[in-house]
C-alpha cells in the first residue's frame, strides 16, 4: 500500500457519497465535502445530526454503509492501518487510563504509534502542555482541564496531520478554555482540523470552513470567506429543531 | 511544539505493541489488584462452598475422584469474572477508543490481551491449587507425575483465555455482558473443560493407563486450542468493528 505524497494546496479530506446505516436509520446520508490541506472545518448540527458518526467514520472507528472517504488519498476502509498514523482525536472523553500516570500514559501511545524518540517527545509534549511538574501523577487524579490538556498531548504525539477534535471545549471552565486555546493557537498552522462543535460562536472563529448537518444530511458547506454570518445562523438555528437522523 | 522533526512510525510495529499492551495491562494490575483479588477471592469462595458440599461425604468417599472436576469448575467462573474486567477496563474510560486509533493490527491487541487473561488466571491456578489440596486432599495419595498438572493447567488456561478475550470483546459492548459472556463462554467451554477435567483426574489418580488418558486429553486440549485460538484470532477484528 503506497502512501500517498499530497502537494501543496492538495485536499486533507474527500468524502463522496458516504452514508451509514445502524439498522434502519440512516446517521449520515449522501454526506460529500472537501476540504484542502491546513484548513480548520467545524461541523455543527443538534443532537443526533450524524457529527459524531461522521467524525467515527474519517477516525476509521466506524465502517462506512456507503460511500467513500480519503485522507490525504488514503482510504478510510482500504487503506485504516496506514491512514490512523496520520490523524489524531482529541474527544470531550480524554481518553486516557486513569491508574497510569500522564508520563505512562503518553509513553504507551507513543508505543502504539511507534514513535521512535518517545521519551524526548513524551518530555517535549508534556512541557508544552504544561505537566511536566505533574508527570508522575496518576491521570484519576487531574482535573478536567489538565485531562484535556493530556489529551492535547496524546493526540500530537505521533505527529499527525489532521486532528479531529470532538466537542472539546465541553466541561471546561473559562480558564481551561484559555489554555486549550492558547494551545491549539500554537499548533494551528501545522495541522488540518475537523472539530464538531455545538457553540457557533467558538466554531466560526476557529474555522476557514462550516459545515451544518441534519438528520446525516449535509445542509450547508461553505469555507468561511463565503458565508454570510447572519445567514449561516439563521439556517443553524432552523436545523436545531429538525431533530435526530 | 515544533514539528519540523515529524517522522512516520515504521513498519513493524506490531512486536512493540504487542509488548506495550501487555506490559501496560500488568502494570494497571499489579497497581490496582482489581482482577487477581476479585478472581482470587472468588475461587476461595468457591473452596468454601465446595467444602460445605462435601461435608457430609463421609470418609469412605475419596474426594480425588471430583478434585479434577472440582477445580475446573472454580477456574470456569473465576475466568468468566476476570475476562469481563479486562474489557469492561478499557471500555468504561474510553480507552478502547484511543486504542484502536492507532495504527495497530487488531489481532495484536487479541494476542496482548488473550496472554494477559492467561497470566492473571494462571496466578490464580497456582494459588487456588494448594488451598484446594489442603482443603480436600490432605492425606490423599497423589497417584500421576507431578508434572502433569501444571501441563494441564497451562493447556486448559491457553484455551480459556484465548476464546474468552474474544467473546469478553463481543460481550463488552451489549446490555447484560455478564449474562451473555456466561451464555457464550460455558456451551464453547465444554469439549475443552472435559478434556481438561480427563487429563487432570489421570494425573490425580494415576493408576494403569493413566499416562494414556493423560496424553489423551492433552491432545483434545491442543486441538482445541489450536483451532479455537486461530478462529478467535481471524474473527476479533470483525469483532471489534461490529
Known sequence: ?245 | MAETTARRPGRGLSWRQFRAILRKDIVMELRTKEMITSMGIYALLTMVVYQIALSQAGTAFDPRTIAAGLLWLAFVFTSMLGLNRSLVHEKDQGCLEALLLSPVDRPVIFFAKAIGNMIFLLIVQVLTIPVFAFLFLQGSEYGGQLWMIPVALLGGAVGIAGVGTLLATMSVNTKGKDFVLAVLFIPLMYPLLLACVSATTAAVLGGDGHVQQFWSGMGLIAAYDAIMVLAAYALYEFVLGA
Open chain 1, 1 to 245: 500500500m503506497s502512501e500517498p505524497t499530497a502537494p501543496e494546496n492538495a485536499l486533507a479530506v474527500e468524502v463522496r457519497g458516504l452514508t451509514r446505516t445502524f439498522g434502519a436509520r440512516k446517521a449520515l446520508d449522501k454526506v460529500s465535502f472537501d476540504l484542502p490541506q491546513g484548513a480548520f472545518l467545524s461541523i455543527f448540527g443538534p443532537n443526533g445530526a450524524g457529527k459524531t458518526t461522521l467524525v467515527k467514520v474519517l477516525t476509521t472507528l466506524t465502517a462506512p454503509s456507503k460511500g467513500s472517504a480519503r485522507i490525504f488519498g488514503l482510504d478510510v476502509v482500504e487503506d485504516a492501518v496506514e491512514l490512523r498514523e496520520r490523524i489524531g482525536l482529541i474527544s470531550h472523553n480524554p481518553l486516557l487510563y486513569p491508574d497510569l500516570s500522564a508520563e505512562e500514559n503518553l509513553r504507551f501511545f507513543a508505543e502504539m504509534y511507534g514513535v521512535d524518540d518517545a521519551a524526548d517527545r513524551v518530555r517535549e509534549l508534556l512541557t508544552a502542555v504544561e505537566l511536566d511538574h505533574r508527570r508522575l501523577d496518576f491521570v484519576r487524579t487531574f482535573s478536567r482541564g489538565m485531562l484535556q490538556r493530556l489529551s492535547i498531548a496524546r493526540s500530537l504525539l505521533h505527529r499527525p496531520d489532521v486532528l479531529f477534535l470532538d466537542e472539546p471545549y465541553s466541561g471546561l471552565d473559562p480558564h481551561a478554555v484559555e489554555i486549550f486555546d492558547s494551545l491549539m493557537a500554537q499548533i494551528r498552522s501545522e495541522h488540518t482540523f475537523v472539530m464538531i462543535s455545538h457553540d457557533l460562536a467558538k466554531g466560526l472563529e476557529l474555522c476557514t470552513h462550516a459545515l451544518i448537518l441534519a438528520r446525516g444530511k449535509v445542509v450547508l458547506s461553505a469555507p468561511k470567506a463565503e458565508i454570510d454570518e447572519d445567514e449561516f445562523t439563521a439556517t443553524y438555528r432552523a436545523t436545531v429543531g429538525t431533530g435526530v437522523s
